[in-house]
Every structure is written in structure tokens, then in C-alpha cells.
Antibody, heavy 119, light 107 residues
């Protein structure tokens, strides 16, 4: 079965960067994109972008352009999301998600990684 | 960017009752690119309905989706205790994914 396991919680200072990993198993990693979504405390879901797990191509939501970098390591079936110049507004749970049925909808999600930005 | 609005913000119902959740888009959305997710506290979202009306694997048939254009509806025919959660609609358009703000279904 498909599993996405994310790295653990992080505490960062304003201005720092954070890198969240998403290790996948149970399917062919390079066949499906990985999407990243975040959720601030008590708030809704916000799509951040996607990475083509095969080519490494990316598409980022406008809100994050210039600050986010999505990469992958196909040898270990793992995707990464790097967010720089953190502010308190970036305090959120970050999720990776993927699919096997349709690129537009995501059946499989990681457990989430809480990133806290605090001085 | 297509903005999704969900109503009501909170729906207070009892087990066994019918829940009707609305998702309205700021411009027309292809029903093929519209989905609904359920999220419980401390959990990741769970895909319920995609392509407007298809149920994801393992989703019981009390969940159904309908709609077209700018107005979409998620219906839960008879609420079970495990259905009390927050529900989000999601769409893809103009190379972007957006989510609605969610509807909380509580007792």
C-alpha cells in the first residue's frame, strides 16, 4: 500500500529556512507528482505547488514563488520542500500528497509536519 | 485565481440527519476538476469525492457530490458519528489548485 512518511516537527527562528522531507513507498515514485499543501493553525488548506517526481520540474503557487524550492531524490523515493525567509505566518502543518488515480485529486497524504517559527 | 466559497461555515446536526454542504466558485469550474475532502482534528485530509461525483476508494455511499459550473454540493445522506469533521472543496483551474475555507459539521 502507498505510504508517505514526513520528517518530524521543526522549530525555526524568523529569517531561517526549513526543509521537510516526504519519503514514499508502495508505488513507483517517478510515475506520480508530489503536491505540497500547508495548513496554518485553525485555518484551511493552502496549495503550495507540485514537483514532477520523474523530471524534477516544478510549479509553485504565486504566494510562495521565490521562497519555496521543491526537489526529489529518486534513489530513495523521497521528495523535499524547502521554504526560506520564514516568518511567523509560516507557522503551519505542511503536508505532502500524491495520487494514483488522477493528478487533480490526492488520495494519499503524509502525516504532516508542524513547522513553528518563533523568536 | 478561482476563489471557492463554502457555506455554511458550521453545520450543527445530529446523527441520522442529512447534511448538505455548498461550494461556490468565483468563475466556472470544470466538474472534472472538483473534489471534496474530509479532515478530522490532527489528521491529514482524506479524499471523499472527485470529478464532482465519483467516490474515492472506501468511501461509503452515503456521501455524494453534485453540481456544475459555479455551484457544487456535497451531501451526506445520514450522518454517522464518524462524519463529524471539516469538509473542504478543492478545484484545479488556470494552472492552480485552490481550496475552499471549509465547512465544519458538528453535533
Amino acid at each position: 500500500q502507498v505510504h508517505l512518511v514526513q520528517s518530524g516537527a521543526e522549530v525555526k527562528k524568523p529569517g531561517a529556512s526549513v526543509k521537510v522531507s516526504c519519503k514514499t513507498s508502495g508505488y513507483t515514485f517517478t510515475h506520480y507528482y508530489i503536491h505540497w499543501v500547508r495548513q496554518a493553525p485553525g485555518q484551511g488548506l493552502e496549495w503550495m505547488g507540485w514537483i514532477n517526481s520523474n523530471s524534477g520540474g516544478t510549479n509553485y503557487a504565486q504566494n510562495f514563488q521565490g521562497r519555496v524550492t521543491m526537489t526529489r531524490d529518486t534513489s530513495i523515493s523521497t521528495a523535499y520542500m524547502d521554504l526560506s525567509r520564514l516568518t511567523s505566518d509560516d507557522t503551519a502543518v505542511y503536508y505532502c500528497a500524491t495520487y494514483t488515480s488522477s493528478w487533480y485529486f490526492w488520495e494519499f497524504w503524509g502525516q504532516g509536519t508542524l513547522v513553528t517559527v518563533s523568536s | 485565481e478561482i476563489v471557492l466559497t463554502q457555506s455554511p461555515g458550521t453545520l450543527s446536526l445530529s446523527p441520522g440527519e442529512r447534511a448538505t454542504l455548498s461550494c461556490r466558485a468565483s468563475q466556472s469550474v470544470s466538474s472534472s476538476y472538483l473534489a471534496w475532502y474530509q479532515q478530522k482534528p490532527g489528521q491529514a485530509p482524506r479524499l471523499l469525492i472527485y470529478g464532482e461525483s465519483s467516490r474515492a476508494t472506501g468511501i461509503p455511499d452515503r456521501f455524494s457530490g453534485s453540481g456544475s459550473g459555479t455551484d457544487f454540493t456535497l451531501t451526506i445522506s445520514r450522518l454517522e458519528p464518524e462524519d463529524f469533521a471539516v469538509y473542504y472543496c478543492q478545484q484545479y483551474g488556470n494552472s492552480l489548485f485552490t481550496f475552499g475555507p471549509g465547512t465544519k459539521v458538528d453535533i
